[in-house]
């Protein structure tokens, strides 16, 4: 029974591009979550989604910033014209219904902004 | 907006040592509070506490939620080099769907 799986591991862009983040979460889980994490700090959220629904992105920035998880396929978190403030590693989590506590992480993606 | 505060921010002890590491929350409607382990990847799962007073036990790691406080601590005894990692306390919280706020962390470094 594989994990949450993220890719990639570490993405390097520069200023101006676009970073496409995929996720795909725990067999069977039907709720995926995207954090950010800054170095040297906590893990901050960014937005929950259900498959073809939002759920709640009250902690993704407005502009540039978007997330998806379709009926077929991974869930991806898409950054557009990334700035150097956009470095950080971004956690993917699953989750079924019910959570009880029942949150997988995954190993993240490493987002360098040059 | 909800609030989570981890103390103390680092620590560094010697094998062997028993360390006590805090977290506390204000939040609305709390559901949950989780600890987690991170070492250098995936947060890993140790507890989750619902209830106050209740200590939850593995090893050499325990965990008690007081919610009179508004608190949790989490106990390592006897700590090992393989205990060095960053302990995150997270809050299971609202009305509005399943997320976590998280504290900022320990980092733990545990000389040999």
């Known amino acids: 029974n594989a994990g949450v799986m993220q890719n990639p591991r570490h993405l390097v862009r520069r200023r101006g591009q676009e970073a496409r983040l995929r996720c795909s979460p725990v067999?069977?889980?039907?709720?995926v979550y995207w954090y950010r994490q800054l170095p040297e700090e906590g893990l901050k959220f960014m937005v929950y989604?259900?498959?073809?629904?939002?759920?709640?992105e009250s902690g993704m920035p407005k502009e540039r910033f978007s997330a998806e998880f379709p009926k077929e396929g991974p869930s991806i978190l898409r950054i557009q014209q990334v700035v150097r403030g956009d470095s950080a590693a971004y956690f993917c989590?699953?989750?079924?219904?019910?959570?009880?506590?029942?949150?997988?992480f995954g190993s993240g993606t490493r987002l360098t902004v040059v | 907006e909800d609030k989570v505060v981890q103390s103390p921010l680092s620590l560094v002890v010697h094998e062997g040592d028993t360390v006590t590491l805090n977290c506390s929350y204000e939040?609305?409607?709390?559901?949950?509070l989780l600890w987690y382990k991170q070492e250098k990847k995936a947060p890993t799962f140790l507890f989750m506490l619902?209830?106050?007073?209740i200590e939850k036990k593995s090893g050499r790691l325990s965990s008690i939620l007081d919610k009179k406080e508004l608190s949790s601590i989490l106990n390592i005894t006897a700590t090992q080099t393989g205990d060095s990692a960053i302990y995150l306390c997270?809050?299971?919280?609202?009305?509005?769907?399943?997320?976590?706020?998280f504290g900022g962390g320990t980092r733990l470094m545990v000389k040999p």
């Open positions: 989590a699953s989750s079924p219904l019910l959570t009880g506590g029942n949150y997988t």
């Open positions: 939040v609305t409607n709390f559901r949950s």
């Open positions: 989604l259900q498959k073809e629904n939002i759920i709640d």
């Open positions: 997270a809050v299971e919280a609202g009305n509005a769907g399943n997320m976590l706020t």
């Open positions: 067999k069977g889980h039907s709720h």
């Open positions: 619902t209830s106050s007073g």
